[in-house]
């Protein structure tokens, strides 16, 4: 059974940062693409950032492009969300997962692990 786990998030400022990390118990993300997703309450699970098996390809949401940056070290079994220029609307639980590029990005519904609890961000005005 592979759960994902995310860590990294807190309360900051309008216009602070913070970086989420995101790994996988009981399997290695090696070889797959890993992506970020988020939800606020009382809105679905959206799409925010993915990278592919490499790190030499990514893909964002338009939301959050030129502000985010999603990175990953296969070595440490870990992909990155560095944040800044963090904005209220940014507030959620942001969730981590893995698939091919395509399930990410435009599915949302990758197959690699369990849902994780994901981590809370919270941006204050």
């Known amino acids: 059974q592979v759960q994902m786990l995310e860590s990294g998030g807190g309360l900051v400022q309008a216009g602070g940062s913070l970086r989420l990390s995101c790994s996988a118990s009981?399997?290695?993300?090696?070889?797959?693409?890993v992506g970020w997703f988020r939800q606020a309450p009382g809105k679905e699970r959206e799409f925010v950032a993915a990278?592919?098996?490499?790190?030499?390809?990514?893909y964002y949401a338009d939301s959050v492009k030129g502000r985010f940056t999603i990175s990953r070290d296969n070595a440490k079994n870990t992909v990155y969300l560095q944040m800044n220029s963090l904005k209220p609307e940014d507030t959620a639980v942001y969730y981590c997962?893995?698939?091919?590029?395509?399930?990410?990005?435009?599915?949302?519904?990758?197959?690699?692990?369990?849902w994780g609890q994901g981590t809370q961000v919270t941006v204050s005005s």
């Open positions: 997962n893995a698939d091919d590029m395509q399930v990410l990005v435009y599915s949302g519904t990758p197959n690699f692990g369990f």
């Open positions: 990278i592919n098996w490499s790190g030499g390809s990514t």
């Open positions: 009981g399997r290695t993300l090696s070889g797959y693409a």
